[in-house]
C-alpha cells in the first residue's frame, strides 16, 4: 500500500490552503456558476396594474426594452417562472437551470398574444384566463381545470 500523504510542511501548508479555498468556495453558497432560481431585474418604474386585452389576457410590462417585438411566426428564447392563483410554482426554466426555446405558434394563447407585447430583452408579466391557457382540461398531474395562469417572462431573444 503506498502513502499518498507527504509529511514534509510544505504539503501540510499546500494542503490546508487547498482545504480552505475548496471550503470558501463552498460557503460562498455556490456563488460561483449556479443557476439564477428567479426573475432578473425590474424597472423601477414598472407599472404596478395591469393592462387587459380584448381576449382577456392581463399583462403589465416590468422591465422595457429597445429591442424588436416577436411575431406570431417568431421563435424565441425565454426564462419564466409559471405560478397558479394560490402561488405554487408549477413551473419554471430557471429551476431548470436553462432558457426555453419554443416557437411562438405553439404554445397557449395567452403566451402567443402576451409574447408580442414585450421587446427583445423585456420582461413581461401575464395573467392568463383559463380560456387562453388550458381550458377545462388543464393539464393532469400540473395546472388544474379552468386554472388561471401568472407567468414571469423574460424574452432573452428571437430566433
Avoid at 410590462?61 to 409559471?82: A, C, F, N, Q
Avoid at 407567468?151 to 430566433?159: M, R, Y
Amino acid at each position: 500500500m503506498v502513502n499518498l500523504l507527504r509529511s514534509d510542511t510544505q504539503s501540510a501548508r499546500t494542503m490546508i490552503t487547498g482545504l480552505a479555498l475548496i471550503l470558501g468556495l463552498v460557503g460562498l453558497g455556490g456563488c460561483i456558476a449556479q443557476p439564477s432560481f428567479a426573475p432578473g431585474a425590474r424597472d423601477p418604474d414598472a407599472p404596478s396594474a395591469f393592462t387587459q386585452t380584448e381576449s382577456g389576457l392581463k399583462y403589465r410590462i416590468l422591465r422595457k426594452s429597445d429591442g424588436e417585438k416577436p411575431t406570431v411566426s417568431s421563435r424565441v428564447k425565454v426564462h419564466y417562472v409559471g405560478t397558479l392563483d394560490d402561488g405554487s410554482e408549477f413551473d419554471s426554466s430557471y429551476r431548470r437551470g436553462e432558457p426555453a426555446a419554443f416557437a411562438l405558434s405553439g404554445v397557449v394563447p395567452g403566451w402567443t398574444e402576451g409574447l408580442q407585447l414585450v421587446d427583445e430583452g423585456g420582461m413581461i408579466e401575464l395573467e392568463i384566463p383559463s380560456a387562453l391557457g388550458y381550458g377545462p382540461a388543464g393539464m393532469p398531474g400540473a395546472i388544474p381545470p379552468n386554472a388561471t395562469l401568472h407567468f414571469i417572462v423574460e424574452l432573452l431573444e428571437i430566433q
